[in-house]
């Protein structure tokens, strides 16, 4: 009964609490495109419900300086630079129904065939 009592309790706190990711509806998924120096959009993603993003670049050629944006319409909402060797990632929390552009850019280095790995989390309702 206490077990049953506590439970209830911890769902109702979640649910009062629609800020907070729910990772049982997480959607992932992956791709591939090829490096520019010139800031060049490679995805375009629109968010099924409000939720969080998270997109992370898997580059596996050293360059002087990345730089990863994400972009709603006309403004930049997040960015993300690298010198060297690294990953760059771009998290921010997104609406439903609304369009969102990454765009990547490098300098100082050979274009290279990269990986993209998007993870959305959906709040909890």
């Known amino acids: 009964m206490l077990k049953a009592l506590l439970q209830q309790l911890l769902i109702a706190f979640r649910g009062s609490h629609k800020s907070v990711p729910f990772y049982r509806s ?5 791709g591939q495109f090829t490096s520019s120096v ?3 959009t490679f995805l375009t993603y629109t968010a099924p419900s409000d939720g969080y993003l998270v997109l992370q670049i898997a580059q596996d050629t050293s360059v002087e300086y990345v ?3 994400m972009r709603r319409e006309t403004m930049d909402i997040a960015q993300a630079y690298n010198g060297g060797w ?3 990632v771009v998290t921010s929390p997104v609406k439903k129904g609304e369009e969102y552009t990454f ?3 490098i300098t100082g ?5 990269l990986s993209y790995h ?3 989390f959906s709040y909890l309702n």
């Open 26 to 30: 997480t959607i992932y998924q992956t």
């Open 38 to 40: 010139s800031n060049q």
């Open 67 to 69: 730089m990863l944006t």
């Open 86 to 88: 690294g990953w760059p």
């Open 103 to 105: 765009l990547y850019k």
């Open 109 to 113: 280095g050979n274009p290279a065939k």
């Open 118 to 120: 998007l993870n959305f």
